[in-house]
């Protein structure tokens, strides 16, 4: 807005907070549909607090971009053709550490911890699956956990206890800290593997540094906190914004590095729409980004 907006208009971001609570995000987004007539809903939270919501918004035909959550549910253009995602897909995740696990480790006895719902199953699902289908590995263990659970460690003491030789830890924010510090603690080490939504600096630092040393994540964002990066013209574009509009922000915080990517995304899909304005206009460049990388993507 400072130069001029987009196309020559200013652009209106309402932030409404929902507080992760399904009945508080059908409220908060009827409201900005119904009242405040929004051009599009984008960025927001969590599985199910969206999943509300995705039912509503189609029949409404009001686009429902770059979710911030990879459930396998949004990969669904027949039946949710206004909805996108805009993190990879967990199961498409999950199966990428099979097939890694299996060229790496052939033979291997895995444990796996998860968390208790969709997001979970989907990640432990897709891989078992495709473990299954390279032959090379199998599951012996598996232990899930509440989002209200105080602590995983009878979790991971009896995953330890099967002798795994591999660790696949599909976990969230504090569990995936306790989980680390707790295999530390216990002297267990097996292969870990991490998904890449809970490989973030500050967890890893809630955890213990040490604790978290030979960990296997995924990565298809430029890690901010790494000299190899320090230079990348997007990672000085960033450090630039932040010093001026987020001095508060560390300059290694990797989620606000991905959100200000995530918000250059959508003013690039704005810009293509020119003039049209319009919820199928919106819809038509959000799902047409050929040529486009979002700035904090890897090469």
């Known amino acids: 807005n400072e130069k001029g907006g987009i196309n020559g208009r200013k652009v209106i971001f309402l932030s409404l907070d929902d507080s992760y609570s399904a009945p508080k995000t059908v409220e908060a987004t009827r ?3 119904e009242q405040d007539e929004v051009l599009a809903m984008w960025g927001s ?4 607090p969206q999943s509300a919501v995705q039912k509503y918004l189609n029949q409404k035909k009001i686009p429902q971009l770059h979710l911030n959550t990879g459930a396998g549910r949004w990969n669904n253009p027949k039946e949710f053709p206004w909805t996108t995602p805009g993190l990879p897909l967990y199961p498409t995740e999950g199966a990428i550490h099979a097939r890694y696990l299996a060229s790496v480790k052939p033979g ?4 796996i911890l998860y968390q208790n719902d969709e997001f979970g199953r989907d990640f432990m699902n897709a891989f078992k699956a ?7 590995g199998t599951v012996i263990a ?3 956990y509440e989002l209200t659970d105080a602590t995983i460690d009878s979790q991971m003491v009896k995953l330890a206890a099967s002798n795994a030789d591999t660790l696949f830890n599909v976990s969230t924010g504090k569990a995936t800290s306790q989980s680390i510090k707790k295999a530390a603690e216990m ?4 292969l870990h593997l991490l998904v890449s939504t809970s490989a973030g600096q500050s967890i890893l630092t809630a955890a213990g540094l040490d604790a978290a040393k030979g960990i296997v994540s995924p990565l298809y964002i430029k890690d901010i906190a790494a000299p190899k990066w320090a230079n990348d013209p997007a990672v000085v574009e960033f450090q630039a914004f932040r010093e001026k509009y987020l001095p508060n922000v560390t300059a290694d915080n990797s989620i606000a590095f991905i959100s200000w990517s995530a918000a250059r995304t959508l003013q690039r899909i704005l810009e293509q729409c020119g003039d049209e304005l319009t919820h199928d206009n919106v819809l038509k460049h959000a799902t047409n980004l050929k040529g486009f990388a979002a700035p904090a993507f890897m090469p």
């Not at 495709?130 to 090379?136: Q, S, V, Y």
């Open 108 to 111: 291997a006895k895995v444990a």
């Open 31 to 33: 409201k900005l549909v």
């Open 187 to 190: 002297g267990w080490k097996p």
């Open 45 to 48: 939270l969590g599985t199910a």
């Open 142 to 144: 598996e232990a899930g």
């Open 130 to 136: 495709a473990l299954a289908e390279t032959g090379k």
